[in-house]
């Protein structure tokens, strides 16, 4: 940018295409968004925003065993040397990483408010205090010996470190979640335990594979505990992939309330379900009647989780609850995990194996490092104390060399053959020093030293003895961790789902009521209590009148047939009332001004009907083929040019249509294909305009009987229209209906 600024105007013009400068600009946004915030790095587990809190707060002198600082401190601090952001952000991830609820292993050690597992924000950053916690010092640890690169901060006039030496797998123990550009990452938190044993395993058996690090790795470990009912195949899947989901539900227990009654009492909930919020949902479900098994919820909690669910009777199986509560609400969850992370500054998505070797790798890097480090400030020691012993043991000609020569240091120089530096060391030692130094503590320390040294040179030099360190640290992280059985133990626990029939177990306990369902000429539909009613007694909009009715149980599921050949499903029990009018059919099914239904039936999973439409075609279709849950319905019949005006329960062996040229034709109903859904066979052919009138079937015993003059009316001689599938068939009998249909 400073070039541009340097010119004049003119050089201030870059000359090139709009789409060109856009995709540039845009990568750039994208990148810097995945490199420096959104995205762990695969080696530490945290974001740029979290290791500058945690580096800040050790600038702050912040530790676990000291007291706590104002975190409007720690963020105005952080703010100014770090992080170039606004302060909400900060604060905010300072506060999550001070959440039991969201974080396994906190890095910040809270006090004040800082908000619930009820989703209740934390109190301002004037009011609230932190300090680290003893797992954020192992990720700190080292931090002073070199052990990791550092960078200049944004203003250029401090240094913050690229990533921190942690002693202990972070990314994985934490988990983390993230959003950047064009990808995402979601990372569960485990058990340290779990996760330290199956790295020291790796560095013992480098080609160990997924399935056997997960002899360790159990699976997640979340901080609200749980229950996972994920099978072992699907995380074995997910962990050699790096994508994948984990089932999650609330744990519970059966608590005795005498007389045979019980209650159900939550304690665990998922990880990062908000408990207000899920009573909020049980409550309108209920309110909604949608929850037929359940009668009360209550939250009894305190410090801990305590939801207190009340069956709606004795009789109602405590599996079979929880099942359809598992169903409907956030007492089930599903985490899924996208272990997408920096890996070599580039995004990268790994498996579990993948992420705990680039992690072991970095901490081999951070062993070598410090160890060089240290071995620098042994070797400079072992200078000093080499120059230490030539001027006690040389004590009166120091004093001399001193006391009279015009310039002492090259004269210490040149007379014992030291360096500039043990000489400036000699000079700089008080005489009350001079006077404590012996060579016995001289010598013992300069062999302490001698030997640490060969130890950091063998340890530089050999990878196994690297490993073998690593390794050790790793083992006295774990203890620490684990030290606190609170934080240490697993949370999360395994568990197969029940084999529950939720369904049988919920229609079994609906109440069954008779219904009869009314549905008005202008398409007004309502459930009315009972059977056998009068249609004349059933009161209508002024206008309106009955078009058609069907008597049904509660528990029954009802099927519309539209003119346009789509099949509608409505649970009897979800109708209104028959006190009013109902309401129009049209607000429970999207249907069009101009199609209208034909037929509507209760549904017989297992009863055959057969379907016509005007043009003349049709097939047999099952009815359980028709049940839908959309509310757009289900496509059951293609009209082509025509609209579906048949839908005939079988019943019978033969089949006979008639067309509004009054031809009738007969003929066997195996000719007709069983479909579950189409157009089907041509049944009769027609000319010009003429149509599908109507159509039955009958049983060939039984002969052909029509409705004619409200009466039943035989015809012995209908043998004589028999004839093939899709002919024109003959003119009707004698005496047949004027109506031209069979029902008069």
Not at 212 to 217: I, P
Not at 409 to 417: A, H, S
Not at 559 to 586: C, N, Q, V, W, Y
Request: aromatic share 6%; charged share 30%; proline share 5%.
């Amino acid at each position: 940018m400073s070039d541009l600024l340097d010119g004049g105007p003119e050089d201030r013009i870059i000359n090139e295409p709009m789409s060109e400068a856009l995709s540039k600009r845009y990568l750039a946004y994208a990148l810097s968004t995945i490199t420096s915030r959104a995205l762990p790095d695969v080696r530490d587990g945290l974001k740029p925003v979290q290791r500058r809190i945690l580096y800040g707060m050790r600038e702050l002198k912040l530790d676990p065993e000291g007291g706590f600082r104002k975190c409007a401190k720690i963020v105005g601090d952080v703010m100014g040397n770090y992080h170039p952001h606004g302060d909400s952000s900060i604060y905010d991830t300072l506060v999550r990483l001070a959440q039991g609820f969201n974080v396994r292993y906190p890095l910040v050690d809270g006090q004040g408010n800082f908000g619930n597992i009820d989703g209740d924000s934390a109190a301002a950053y004037r009011y609230t205090e932190a300090r680290m916690t003893h797992a954020a010092e192992l990720l700190l640890d080292g931090l002073g010996e070199n052990a990791v690169d550092f960078r200049a901060n944004y203003a250029e006039n401090d240094e913050e470190p690229v990533v921190l030496p942690a002693g202990f797998p972070n990314l994985l123990c934490n988990g983390a979640t993230g959003i950047a550009v064009g990808m995402a990452t979601s990372i569960p938190p485990h058990n340290a335990a779990e996760v330290i044993d199956a790295a020291r395993f790796l560095i013992e058996t480098p080609k160990a594979t997924t399935e056997q690090l997960m002899g360790f790795v159990k699976g997640p470990d979340f901080p609200t505990g749980g229950v996972i009912v994920e099978s072992h195949e699907s995380m074995l899947d997910a962990y050699e992939t790096g994508r994948g989901s984990f089932r999650m539900r609330a744990k519970w227990e059966v608590e005795d309330t005498g007389r045979g009654t019980y209650q159900i009492i939550v304690t665990e909930i998922p990880y990062q379900v908000q408990k207000s919020r899920l009573l909020e949902k049980l409550g309108e479900l209920l309110e909604a009647k949608k929850l037929p098994l359940l009668d009360d919820v209550r939250d009894e909690s305190a410090e801990d989780v305590r939801l207190v669910l009340v069956p709606r009777a004795k009789t109602v199986e405590p599996d079979v609850l929880m099942e359809s509560l598992f169903k409907s609400c956030d007492l089930e969850t599903r985490f899924s995990m996208n272990m997408n992370v920096l890996h070599k500054g580039a995004p990268q998505v790994m498996g579990l194996k993948d992420v705990l070797k680039a992690y072991l790798e970095h901490r081999r890097e951070v062993v070598v490092r410090r160890a060089e480090f240290r071995l620098d400030k042994i070797e400079k020691r072992l200078h000093l104390l080499d120059g230490y012993l030539i001027a006690y043991l040389n004590i009166d000609e120091v004093i001399r060399i001193i006391r009279e020569e015009d310039e002492p240091k090259q004269e210490l120089i040149r007379r014992f053959g030291i360096t500039d530096i043990q000489a400036e060391a000699i000079l700089n030692l008080r005489l009350r020093a001079l006077r404590k130094l012996e060579e016995m503590e001289i010598r013992g320390e300069h062999n302490k030293l001698v030997e640490e040294r060969e130890e950091l040179v063998k340890l530089i030099g050999s990878t196994r003895r690297q490993w073998t360190t690593v390794s050790k640290q790793l083992k006295a992280a774990r203890d620490q961790l684990t030290a606190d059985p609170a934080l240490g133990d697993r949370r999360a626990a395994f568990e197969d789902a029940p084999d529950v029939d939720l369904a049988a177990a919920l229609e079994a306990s609906r109440p069954k009521e008779p219904l009869t369902v009314v549905l008005s000429a202008q398409g007004w539909i309502r459930g009315m209590k009972g059977h056998g009613l009068d249609p004349d007694s059933t009161k209508f909009k002024e206008g309106d009148e009955l078009y058609l009715s069907e008597e049904v149980m509660s528990t029954d599921k009802i099927i519309l047939m539209a003119s346009d050949g789509r099949a509608f499903t409505l649970m009897a029990d979800k109708l209104p009332g028959g006190r009013g009018h109902g309401e129009p059919i049209r607000l429970s099914i999207e249907l069009e001004d101009s199609v209208d239904i034909v037929a509507m039936f209760k549904l017989e999973e297992e009863r055959k009907r057969v379907m016509a439409s005007t043009v003349g075609y049709g097939f047999i279709v099952t009815e359980k083929e028709l049940e839908s849950n959309r509310k757009a319905g289900k496509q059951a019949v293609n009209t082509g040019n025509g609209t579906l005006n048949v839908c005939m329960p079988v019943e019978g062996d033969m089949l006979a249509v008639v067309g509004s040229n009054r031809k009738l034709l007969i003929f066997p109903l195996d000719e007709l294909p069983e479909m579950s859904r189409g157009k089907g066979n041509k049944l009769q052919a027609y000319r010009g305009k003429d149509t599908l009138a109507d159509l039955m079937t009958f049983d060939k015993e039984d002969g052909l009987i029509v409705m004619a003059g409200g009466r039943h009316r035989a015809f012995p001689e209908w043998k004589d229209w028999i004839g093939k599938r899709a002919q024109a068939g003959k003119t009707v009998p004698k005496g047949f209906p004027r109506t031209g249909t069979f029902n008069g």
